[in-house]
């Protein structure tokens, strides 16, 4: 029952700046769950960007190190990822996910079996 919708996407040329959210509603308790970003290139399977555990702990790919960065405003339920020096692998569709089902494990938190509810995603394209 839990939704989220990611906003914020475009097209940018590479060394450029963007700012996804992704809003969630429907929660039916007041528990601060982890969350996540995934991106999908065209043609790839779906791979995590950047976690953020309920207690602020956050995980990075190495790929997006130094270049992303995730964080959340629990008081509106909206997690953000921050995104600079854009390459065009950057490419691709992004999805937020939430995991509601309480035990976490920080090595999977950038798997997709971790997550069971997600956003429809939002389009990045950065041109070279």
């Known amino acids: 029952q839990v939704q989220l919708v990611e906003s914020g996407g475009g097209s940018v040329q590479s060394g450029g700046s963007l700012r996804l959210s992704c809003t969630a509603s429907?929660?039916?308790?007041?528990?601060?769950?982890?969350m996540a970003w995934f991106h999908q290139a065209p043609g790839k399977e779906r791979e995590g960007v950047a976690s953020?555990?309920?207690?602020?702990?956050?995980t990075y790919a190495d790929s997006v190190k130094g270049r992303f960065t995730i964080s959340r405003d629990n008081a509106k339920n909206t997690l953000y990822l921050q995104m600079n020096r854009l390459k065009p692998e950057d490419t691709g569709m992004y999805y937020c996910?939430?995991?509601?089902?309480?035990?976490?494990?920080?090595?999977?938190?950038?798997?997709?079996?971790?997550?069971?509810?997600w956003g429809q995603g939002t389009q990045v394209t950065v041109s070279s």
């Open positions: 996910a939430t995991r509601t089902l309480g035990a976490w494990n920080t090595r999977l938190a950038l798997t997709t079996l971790m997550y069971n509810y």
């Open positions: 429907g929660y039916t308790d007041s528990t601060y769950y982890g």
């Open positions: 953020i555990n309920s207690d602020g702990s956050t």
